[in-house]
């Protein structure tokens, strides 16, 4: 009995050494960090959308888009992840007080991810794939000047018309991180990011809605677009703090 519980223990010991040593080369093999892009695009494909507000008197939104991406990077020597998140914005500058002018901004969540190509002591060369889920809105203002009876008696003609479609986007292209020897104290490595892709809407023609309401002859958004992307991404040391130190000379 003694001897089967002592060879018991010890395959137990063993099968949680090897599990041990297991996760901690999967650790070594994958390392995180945190990235910030900025992606630049153009949704030229709205044209039809573009007359028919121009047609009631409401400046379109521009065909330029731009996107702030905050991402969560995973890679090894041979595959990369990134978890993202979206916040994109479309340009309307006017300096007319009481022109309506429409404003296109979505916000959304997505992934992306795929092999590397070259991985060596200065670049890696990328192949991104992945798709986002995203939520777009059109609000229709103006910077009108009225009196505070006016307001009062019809508030609602001056309040913005906010209109809403959502899509789920698959992207894919090509990309390039050139690995830069910056803030050694506090991080890894450090790279230079860009990217280049194709962006696909995989729903079709979605249609505007509102507050209980959907629009029924309102173009629908147009999404295909090629896209850049231009960032930075970070791969923190363990135990670095930048504030290290600060209370140490007493």
């Known amino acids: 009995m003694k001897n089967k519980l002592l060879f018991s223990a010890i395959l137990a010991m063993s099968i949680f050494t090897n599990v041990q040593a297991q996760t901690d080369s999967t650790v070594r093999m994958f390392k995180s960090g ?40 995973t890679e090894s020597q041979r595959w990369f992840t990134e978890g ?30 795929g092999p590397k190509l070259v ?10 794939i992945g798709f986002d889920l ?32 959502g899509n789920i986007n698959f992207h894919a292209g090509i990309g390039a991180d050139y690995k830069m020897n910056v803030l050694p104290k506090w991080h890894d490595q450090v790279y230079l990011s860009g990217k280049a892709s194709y962006h696909l809407p995989l729903l079709g023609r979605r249609k505007w809605k509102g507050e209980d309401v959907t629009i029924s002859d309102l173009s629908s958004l147009k999404l295909n677009q090629v896209y850049l992307q231009l960032g930075l991404v970070f791969f923190p040391k363990k135990d670095a703090k930048m504030w290290n130190g600060m209370g140490k000379h007493h």
Do not use: C, H
């Not at 007319?96 to 901004?105: F, P, Q, T, V, W």
């Open 119 to 128: 991985n060596n002591r200065r670049w890696n060369v990328l192949v991104p």
């Open 34 to 73: 945190m990235a910030i892009y900025a992606e630049f695009g153009l949704l030229p494909n709205n044209k039809t959308m573009r007359e028919q507000l121009d047609r009631l008197q409401i400046k379109p939104f521009t065909s330029f888009m731009g996107s702030i991406v905050l991402a969560k990077r």
């Open 84 to 113: 993202r998140i979206i916040i994109m914005n479309s340009t309307n500058y006017t300096t007319d007080k009481d022109l309506r002018k429409a404003y296109l901004n979505g916000i959304g969540i997505g992934t992306d991810g």
């Open 134 to 165: 995203m939520l777009y809105q059109l609000k229709i203002k103006s910077n009108q000047t009225a009196t505070i009876g006016q307001v009062t008696q019809n508030p609602q003609s001056y309040q913005p018309v906010r209109l809403r479609t």
